[in-house]
């Protein structure tokens, strides 16, 4: 694979990822709370790909097989790290969503 389709597959990785938590969190928001989490859950896979390729795209330069700059790398880490802290926030928003239903 070159290191332009690692990075296709991170951004279109996180791209589903990021769709999957918006469902998540709407699901959540209409009561859905099994739904919301099959959502997540699924979003939560799908980014550990997009996490996969991009540590055996470090492991290789660690190992001596650089990665060349470019701006379509510097997306695909942009697209990452945005999603990563989407669902940290989003994991926070559904569980008060959750409580919310439980009335805790």
């Known amino acids: 694979m070159t290191d332009e389709q690692r990075w296709f597959s991170i951004i279109a990785c996180a791209g589903e ?5 918006n469902d998540a969190l709407q699901a959540a928001k209409s009561g859905d709370i099994t739904e919301a989490e ?3 859950n699924e979003s ?3 980014l550990q790909q997009a996490h996969h390729i991009q540590s055996e ?10 990665i060349a700059f470019s ?9 990452l790290m ?15 969503h959750k409580n919310k239903l439980s009335g805790r």
């Open 71 to 79: 701006m379509l790398f510097v997306h695909a880490q942009d697209h």
């Open 57 to 66: 795209s470090l492991q290789g330069e660690i190992n001596g097989q650089p």
């Open 44 to 46: 939560e896979n799908i």
């Open 38 to 40: 099959r959502c997540f």
């Open 82 to 96: 945005n999603v990563l802290l989407a669902q940290n926030i989003y994991r926070e928003f559904i569980e008060l």
């Open 17 to 21: 990822s990021f769709s999957l938590l």
